[in-house]
Nanobody
Framework: QVQLVESGGGLVQAGGSLRLSCKAS????????MGWYRQAPGKQRELVAT???????NYADSVKGRFTIYRDNAKNTVYLQMNSLKPEDTAVYYC??????????????WGQGTQVTVSS
């Protein structure tokens, strides 16, 4: 069994910063790509940023230059540093991990989500 536990969400004023963390634990053999997605009320879930095990990153155009994704492979943890936050960044942020379990099965896991609210 694998769990993804997110932390770091909250309420912040526009222009402020937050850092989200997501730790994967359980019967993990290796983790491939990890990422962050978000879902605002009434909208579909969308990609925010992803990072491969080798460190290659991909960002949504809306967050480029403001958000940074990075990971600590030794801790099975991915982070999202969010700067210059805007009200339109308000959403529930979900962590995602594409991984191999110790039974050598490949799964795609999601965290429970953490709320980020940016006030104007």
């Amino acid at each position: 069994q694998v769990q993804l536990v997110e932390s770091g969400g909250g309420l912040v004023q526009a222009g402020g910063s937050l850092r989200l963390s997501c730790k994967a634990s359980g019967s993990i053999f290796s983790i491939n790509t990890m990422g962050w997605y978000r879902q605002a009320p009434g909208k579909q879930r969308e990609l925010v940023a992803t990072i491969t095990s080798g460190g290659s990153t991909n960002y949504a155009d809306s967050v480029k230059g403001r958000f940074t994704i990075y990971r600590d492979n030794a801790k099975n943890t991915v982070y999202l540093q969010m700067n210059s936050l805007k009200p339109e960044d308000t959403a529930v942020y979900y962590c995602n991990a594409d991984l191999w379990t110790v039974l050598r099965k490949k799964y795609d896991y999601w965290g429970q989500g953490t709320q980020v609210t940016v006030s104007s």
